[in-house]
């Protein structure tokens, strides 16, 4: 059964500083991975989907990587800033029939000014 | 032009009551979704719908029935509410269902805020 896993569960930082939110999964056998922002009673948003074809995809301030092999997933945020604050979220997709995605537990990061 | 749109956005409601809870997608995509994020703030699946066809229907209670009336809406129907239904409901949506799917970027929707009392 796939599991996926988040750490750290929280993480603050000031402004400014670079920080890597990671991300494992059990079943390598897996699609594709997304990333997810998610704000206080907002819904979710998608920042990044890595095919599991990909190693890496970037958008703006953000790149994410995947490891297949071992079952790993970072997202890496550059030059943070206070509109980061959110919960961000992973997740991959089995492969079943309506690709279904496997969430972690979020990572909920606070960056201060 | 919202992609993913569900109503309504907060529902109260007793024990035992019936409710509805909508969504649609204009995005043109083939399979829709319900997830529901607990008070732990957990996402989990519960169905999925492929042009219409059920295909995920994870352990929901039976008291849980989607409805797709179309290929761009799914609607969640709750009979006999219970205090542990309240929760965050999603809706999302993808371009692609079944088998061959690598890119298939799911969309969510806002949310629907259950509370059960």
């Known amino acids: 059964k796939q599991e996926v896993t988040q750490i750290p569960a929280a993480l603050s930082v000031p402004e400014g500083e670079n920080l890597v939110l990671n991300c494992s999964f059990t079943?390598?056998?897996?699609?594709?991975l997304q990333w997810f922002r998610q704000d206080p009673g907002k819904g979710l948003t998608s920042l990044l989907l890595?095919?599991?074809?990909?190693r890496e995809q970037t958008s703006g301030r953000l790149n994410a990587s995947l490891d297949k092999s071992s079952g790993r997933s970072t997202l890496y945020i550059a030059a943070s800033q206070p509109g980061d604050s959110a919960t961000y979220l992973c997740?991959?997709?089995?492969?079943?029939?309506?690709?279904?995605?496997?969430f972690g537990k979020g990572t909920t990061l606070s960056v201060s000014s | 032009d919202t992609a993913v749109s569900q109503t309504p956005k907060y529902l109260v409601t007793q024990m035992g009551n019936d409710k509805s809870i909508k969504c649609e997608q204009n995005?043109?995509?083939?399979?829709m979704y319900w997830y529901k994020q607990d008070s732990k703030k957990f996402l989990k699946i519960m169905f999925s719908?492929?042009?219409?066809?059920?295909?995920i229907n994870e352990t929901v209670p039976n008291r849980f029935s989607p409805k797709s009336p179309d290929k761009a809406h799914l609607n969640l129907h709750i009979n006999s509410l219970e205090l542990g239904d309240s929760a965050v409901y999603f809706c999302?949506?993808?371009?692609?269902?079944?088998?061959?799917?690598?890119?298939?970027?799911?969309?969510f929707g806002p949310g629907t805020r259950l509370t059960v009392t």
């Open positions: 995005l043109g995509h083939d399979t």
């Open positions: 079943d390598s056998a897996i699609y594709n």
């Open positions: 999302a949506s993808s371009p692609m269902g079944l088998a061959g799917g690598s890119r298939y970027e799911q969309y």
């Open positions: 890595i095919q599991s074809s990909q």
């Open positions: 997740a991959v997709s089995t492969g079943q029939a309506g690709t279904a995605l496997i």
């Open positions: 719908y492929n042009n219409k066809e059920l295909i």
